[in-house]
């Protein structure tokens, strides 16, 4: 039998994937994959419920149902001062990274060239190589995570079409600066390409950082793709909805690509989605302060076991260098030896790189768990390392 797609038959599973098998086979306690282990609001959850019942169980619109879209318009506004016209620059996806392989398809072309920063969530590669772009990946260092420049500047050029954009940053916790994103935002202006801007986090940040999302900088309203998800705003990460916010231009093609992909999300569940949207301050306020204190528990427990624990300032994750432990190995035998011998699962944060030279000694944990799981997490390792 002939070879199938070459490319897709060259990378291997997720590591998320193999990382929570490992977790089952074990019984390990599962900070690897960043879900929450709580239900989310029991007030959308219902909606969800009650808007399965009122006969409305068809194909929804293509664009999403005109109750979401109205909602994310009136949270784009409410929380950057951003006015959006719902019917024709929101677009609603079957989760965020349908969004980013919706938006990547609007404006990149086979031989185009994609600016992205590492370390990088593991689906922005092989979804940009997939449609024949080429990717120019900047590098970011622990334990700092700053912006280099000089380096992201010698990344535009000629061919630069597009810049994938994570802030909050999966994996390690990065907000990105105002300063970063002026800078950012003048390299898409000269260069006259687009941003995509995978902003699922934007909720969850500590200590007082604001997220800003880069649309609301000068002459970025047209240029941007704006990403959000309902998985990571109300903790149901398994109902898949996410939502584009775009320019009048760049919409149209957003919604071509997606009939494309999914065409549509259950409506129900975009429905309950827009009660979300709609909840008061408090809630949003109590969703980031309550994983600041998760996130706070987890850091202190690591720190005291030995492990050296970088700064978080958003998403559901910490960082931690393991080299203090004196562990004799990589990192991804470090995650599958405390999954093993003392029953935690990480990702090993050479996962989400691309290019050669990947730091090697740092591991991933997700904080976004019960606080009776984190503490017995840290038990586990405690007594496992002696600490």
């Given at each position: 039998?002939?070879?199938?797609?070459?490319?897709l038959g060259?990378i291997?599973?997720?590591?998320?994937?193999?990382?929570s098998?490992l977790?089952?086979?074990?019984?390990?306690?599962?900070?690897?994959?960043g879900?929450?282990?709580t239900?989310?609001?029991?007030?959308v959850?219902?909606?969800?419920s009650?808007?399965?019942?009122?006969?409305?169980?068809q194909?929804?619109?293509?664009?999403?149902?005109?109750?979401?879209?109205?909602?994310?318009?009136?949270?784009?506004?409410?929380?950057?001062?951003?006015?959006?016209?719902?019917?024709?620059e929101?677009?609603?996806?079957?989760?965020?990274?349908?969004?980013?392989?919706?938006?990547?398809?609007?404006?990149?072309?086979?031989?185009?060239?994609?600016?992205?920063?590492?370390?990088?969530f593991?689906?922005?590669?092989?979804?940009?190589?997939m449609?024949?772009?080429?990717?120019?990946?900047?590098?970011?260092?622990?334990?700092?995570?700053d912006?280099?420049?000089?380096?992201?500047?010698?990344?535009?050029?000629?061919?630069t079409?597009?810049?994938?954009?994570?802030?909050?940053?999966?994996?390690?916790?990065?907000?990105?600066?105002?300063?970063?994103?002026?800078?950012?935002?003048?390299?898409?202006?000269r260069?006259?390409?687009?941003?995509i801007?995978?902003?699922?986090?934007?909720?969850?940040?500590?200590d007082?950082?604001?997220?800003?999302?880069?649309?609301?900088?000068?002459?970025?309203?047209?240029?941007?793709?704006?990403?959000?998800?309902?998985?990571?705003?109300?903790?149901?990460?398994?109902?898949?909805?996410?939502?584009?916010?775009?320019?009048?231009?760049?919409?149209?093609?957003?919604?071509?690509?997606?009939?494309n992909?999914?065409?549509?999300?259950?409506p129900?569940?975009?429905?309950?989605?827009?009660?979300?949207?709609?909840?008061?301050?408090?809630y949003?306020?109590?969703?980031a302060?309550?994983l600041?204190?998760?996130?706070?528990?987890?850091?202190?427990?690591?720190?005291?076991i030995?492990?050296?624990?970088?700064?978080?300032?958003?998403?559901?994750?910490?960082?931690?260098?393991?080299?203090?432990?004196?562990?004799?190995?990589d990192?991804l035998?470090?995650?599958?030896h405390?999954?093993?011998?003392?029953g935690?699962?990480?990702i090993?944060?050479?996962?989400f790189y691309?290019?050669?030279?990947?730091?090697?000694?740092?591991?991933?944990?997700?904080?976004?768990?019960?606080p009776?799981?984190?503490?017995?997490?840290?038990?586990?390792?405690?007594r496992?390392?002696?600490?």
């Open positions: 039998m002939r070879g199938a797609n070459t490319y060259s291997g599973t997720t590591i998320f994937t193999v990382m098998a977790a089952t086979e074990h019984g390990s306690i599962n900070l690897g994959q879900f929450p282990d239900e989310g609001p029991a007030d959850v219902q909606a969800a009650d808007a399965l019942r009122d006969g409305r169980n194909y929804p619109p293509m664009p999403g149902v005109a109750e979401l879209r109205q909602a994310v318009a009136a949270a784009n506004n409410r929380f950057y001062g951003l006015d959006i016209d719902w019917a024709g929101v677009t609603v996806t079957s989760g965020a990274t349908e969004a980013i392989t919706a938006s990547l398809m609007a404006v990149v072309d086979p031989g185009d060239e994609v600016v992205l920063i590492e370390p990088l593991d689906t922005y590669v092989p979804v940009v190589r449609l024949g772009a080429i990717p120019r990946i900047v590098r970011l260092a622990p334990p700092c995570w912006l280099p420049f000089g380096e992201l500047a010698d990344a535009f050029g000629a061919r079409k597009a810049i994938l954009l994570n802030s909050p940053m999966n994996p390690c916790g990065k907000v990105f600066t105002a300063e970063e994103l002026s800078f950012v935002a003048d390299l898409v202006a260069h006259d390409t687009y941003a801007c995978d902003e699922v986090y934007e909720h969850l940040t500590f007082g950082t604001k997220h800003i999302p880069l649309m609301t900088l000068p002459g970025m309203r047209q240029r941007t793709m704006r990403i959000g998800s309902a998985g990571k705003t109300f903790s149901l990460t398994g109902w898949k909805v996410g939502y584009v916010t775009a320019g009048a231009a760049l919409t149209p093609l957003v919604q071509k690509a997606h009939q992909l999914t065409f549509t999300t259950a129900n569940l975009q429905r309950a989605v827009a009660v979300g949207l709609a909840k008061d301050e408090a949003f306020a109590s969703l302060r309550e600041q204190a998760r996130r706070d528990q987890l850091a202190e427990g690591l720190a005291s030995g492990l050296s624990v970088l700064p978080s300032r958003g998403t559901y994750f910490l960082t931690t260098d393991f080299a203090p432990l004196g562990f004799d190995g990192d035998a470090f995650c599958r405390i999954t093993e011998r003392a935690v699962t990480a090993p944060v050479s996962a691309e290019e050669p030279g990947a730091p090697r000694h740092y591991a991933r944990f997700a904080f976004c768990k019960r009776e799981v984190l503490e017995e997490a840290i038990g586990r390792l405690r496992h390392f002696g600490g």
